[in-house]
């Protein structure tokens, strides 16, 4: 094939030698050209990173580029953590570095080795000329792809440019370790992170917001015009004055380093297309990137470069072979941009942080991206884990050698201690949908006794609707009768009687989301035939097949009070430990606290603070007859996910008027409010509201969303995101989750308690198995790369 590859850096550079080097081994020759518009020594940065992982394709796809880079290598283990004067390390992470000049270097010789011509200091012809001229092109050519411009119709790119702000650099100082150091200053919080990359030098970078940028004066400096090539003198010697204790008077050293801001690259499409002429297929920069934080744009270049070429050595038709590198790829770089989101937003958020102690923060910082877990850090390095573990204990006034998971907590109350739960796992409220007018059936017996039988700390209703028309469907539960009550109490007298757990009512009501058929029967839907008028704030209809509710008027919003305080009233009597207030997802009270949804004019609408107005008027009427020795919380949707939305400043506004009210936590969900939402669905996705509630106000939350693993809920809790977890479906999937869960993590203490009857259960089966595993040839196709190989895997 003729190949055109725009772009000389490492994504262009590698694929150029492994597209070359794959055709010699069918005894071809492919004609490769490469155009770089700088010189062949010009680089910017100091050191690239790589993990196991990556280095592990290289080695298998070029070992002669593999033994090159690893005679360069700076190779280590530890992170270190500079917090509040401590340093705190956590070992076992295996990272290799190399000067970006060197990598360049080595690339650039194995591709004339392999005969492909390089142009430097060349621009590439025009993509019309190269598309006529070629059978492919390749477009490496960065951030700012002109050829992603060119053809933005069909890669459809996204560019998100965030808030902070960081200038890159190098220093003599070699770092012992992979370096954090996040500091206090009189302009906010700063942060370093660095690591060597030779004998000779370690790469830096120093990052804060745009507001700390602004207060320190930086912006003053960076207001100008700049020379191609030029770095920002004067910013460097404030970073110099501010970082001397750590750099130790060593030369900081630049190149093209200015303050930027990070950009989030996306793109819909990767291939390009049109008859009679070649495709174009974008890599590296060009069609993604990922926060610095979690690696570099050069790690994630080549493994595309590495998957391109594997892709069409496999393939011989071209068009064939790029949907299948743009398949498999993308779905490994979306993965991987997810985590980098995670951790961007951890550094955008830094100043939540600085409140906690070092150990803890330490634990925090390694598991921002939520790739890095409590149980991979325990693999790593386990003396650190305890350390962390041993400081929760200590700060939870917890049980010594425990996972977090098993610590105990207390929901405060109006008076007294409060409630005291022997773990900090919540089986998540779940409509059945299988009440009998309200009424619950034995199917609700069986189902909250065998989850509260199953180790969880405390187990919550489905939400409870305070009147008929409140019910979202005909098959949810109520207590707006005292035969509904009694019906509840069985549920409750059982689970006090025969499980450790406690037990929690959530009341609300449907709102604008009533009326509808049964979840298996089409959600969100409305009922066939036997609809009832539906209330809401104001009258907005869910979505287009929905009834418009009717907006509620003075008498209306009586008349739904007193009737959440009936319902109150008959919890308190039916001897719940816990009531909750629904106030999330489209519901009723979640309609007021929208201005999505709440569009009044009155004095219960409007800002924040008229939107809360009717759900704090109810909360506090339930209080006045809910027994004050037992906790409430609150559950909210922090995030609307639409732009006219509830946004956190609002959410955090709620979350404080509802904590002054007497909330004990907040239980933070999101969305499901307005089919308009485009959530950023995934693990643990709502966490971060959690974690921003708890961490900028103090108020004890609830994690709740797509957590499904205890090292997940450890994870959470150790890092100080939450105080406890609530997990839906996973406690569908297995009823006996918390209890599985000790017995994975070999836990068998006062935080997951064993029914006497299933007591000897409390070890894993034994599969009669009496020797070891044999070792099997197992076809491992990489997820990264997207190449297959077979090795011997005991």
Known sequence: ?????????????????????????????????????????????????????????????DPAVFARMQREFAIWDDIDVHFKGEVVTSGGHAFAAMSRRRLLEILQERCRELGVTLHFRTEAPDIDELTASSDLVVAADGLNSAVRRRYADTFRPSLDVRDCRYIWLGTSLVFDAFTFDVRETPYGVMQIHGYPYDATGSTFIVEMTSEVWRRAG???????????????????ALVRELFDDILGGHEVMANNSRWISFTTVRNEHWVHAEPDKAAVVILGDAAHTAHFSIGSGTKLAMEDALALAACL??????????????????????????????????????????????????????????RVTYDNLRARDPEFVARCESRYAEDCHGRPDTPPMFQ????????????????????????????????????????????ALGGAGLVMTEMICPSAVGRISPGCGGLWTDEQRDGWKRAVDFVHASTSAAIGCQLGHSGAKGSTRLMWEGIDEPLPSGNWDVLAASPVAYSETNQTPRELDRAGLDEIREEFVASARRAAEADFD????????????????????????????????????????????????????????????????????QTLEAALAVAAAFAEAGAAAID??????????????????????????????????????????????????????????ALGRAHLYDPNWTLHAAVEQDYDGPGAIWPDPWRAGRRKPQTG????????????????????????RP
């Open 668 to 725: 933070v969900s999101t969305g499901q409010v307005t089919k308009r939402e485009r959530p950023a669905f995934g693990r643990s996705y709502q966490t971060p509201y959690a974690d921003a509630i708890r961490n900028r106000l103090g108020i004890p939350t609830i994690a709740v969303g797509v957590i499904s693993s205890y090292d997940d809920v450890n994870s959470i809790l150790m890092a100080g995101r939450a105080d406890l977890c």
């Open 578 to 645: 816990v009531l909750e207030l629904h106030c999330a997802h489209g519901y009723l009270l979640s309609g007021f606290l929208s201005p999505v949804t709440n569009l009044r004019t009155d004095e219960y609408g409007g800002d924040v603070a008229g939107r809360l107005r009717f759900p704090l008027e109810v909360w506090r009427a339930m209080r006045e007859v809910w027994p004050p020795t037992k906790p409430m919380t609150v559950r909210i949707s922090a995030t609307d996910w639409v732009e006219d939305g």
């Open 218 to 236: 930086f912006e003053v400096f960076a207001d100008r015009d700049w020379a191609p090539g030029e770095s920002d003198e004067k910013s460097i």
């Open 313 to 370: 050595h496999e393939e011989p038709d071209i068009e064939a072979a790029l949907a299948t590198y743009e398949e498999e790829r993308k779905a490994v770089v979306l993965s991987t941009q997810r985590a980098a989101q995670a951790s961007l937003e951890w550094f955008e958020n830094l100043a939540q942080y600085v409140h906690q102690e070092p150990v803890q923060f330490s634990f925090n910082i390694m598991t921002r991206s939520r």
């Open 408 to 451: 105990p907590v207390t929901l405060r109350a109006a008076e007294g201690p409060g409630l005291t739960l022997n773990n900090r796992v919540i089986v998540s409220p779940m409509d059945m949908y299988v009440a009998e007018d309200g009424v619950p059936t034995e199917f609700h017996l069986v189902h909250l006794g065998g989850k």
């Open 769 to 792: 198995r009496t020797d070891g595993p044999k070792p099997r040839l197992e076809l491992i196709r990489s997820g990264t790369t997207g190449t297959s190989h077979r090795r011997w």
């Open 1 to 61: 094939m003729r190949i055109a590859v725009i772009g000389g850096g490492p994504g262009g550079l590698y694929f150029s030698a492994l597209a070359q080097q794959l055709a010699a081994t069918t005894g071809q020759q492919h004609e490769i050209t490469v155009w770089e518009r700088n010189a062949a020594d010009d680089t910017f940065g100091f050191g690239v990173v790589f993990s196991d992982e990556t280095l592990g394709g290289i080695e298998h796809a």
